[in-house]
């Protein structure tokens, strides 16, 4: 495996995503964006990145749809939820459906790193 995770994030924030994607570069991964749920499923087909950093709320394709989606085709790829609809039912569906981690926004740096080390973890554990 080579040490560079490539990271798909999205977000229908295009600051949001230029924030993260500096956060993500500083820790050393490949950054891949998408704006929406749509986007995030054709761009992991197309890239195959190591993980996916997803919000919930997006328009076209919302985060849980394109989290089921990608789980289907991928069943092994760590996804990390990132959202601020943190309500402990949204939590606990997308742990039910697959993701590895969720994350409230805010974030922080150190929620962002925790998240990489276990993307990285995992990638490891599956042997790619």
């Given at each position: 495996m080579?040490?560079k995770?490539k990271?798909l994030i999205t977000?229908?924030?295009k600051?949001?995503?230029?924030?993260?994607?500096a956060?993500?570069e500083?820790?050393g991964c490949?950054?891949i964006?998408?704006e929406?749920?749509?986007?995030?499923i054709?761009?992991?087909l197309?890239e195959q990145?190591?993980g996916?950093?997803?919000?919930?709320v997006?328009?076209?394709v919302?985060?849980i749809?394109?989290?089921q989606?990608?789980?289907e085709v991928?069943p092994?790829?760590?996804?990390i939820m990132?959202?601020?609809?943190?309500?402990?039912?949204?939590?606990?569906e997308?742990?039910?459906?697959?993701?590895?981690?969720?994350?409230q926004?805010?974030?922080t740096?150190d929620?962002?790193?925790?998240a990489?080390?276990?993307?990285?973890?995992?990638?490891?554990?599956n042997?790619k």
């Amino acid at each position: 495996m080579a040490d560079k995770l490539k990271i798909l994030i999205t977000d229908d924030s295009k600051l949001l995503r230029k924030k993260l994607r500096a956060e993500l570069e500083l820790l050393g991964c490949e950054v891949i964006e998408a704006e929406n749920g749509k986007e995030a499923i054709m761009k992991d087909l197309q890239e195959q990145p190591d993980g996916v950093i997803l919000d919930i709320v997006m328009p076209e394709v919302g985060g849980i749809e394109a989290l089921q989606v990608i789980k289907e085709v991928n069943p092994d790829i760590p996804i990390i939820m990132l959202s601020s609809a943190g309500t402990s039912q949204k939590l606990k569906e997308t742990l039910e459906l697959g993701a590895l981690d969720f994350i409230q926004k805010p974030y922080t740096s150190d929620q962002i790193r925790q998240a990489v080390e276990r993307i990285r973890r995992k990638v490891e554990e599956n042997g790619k």
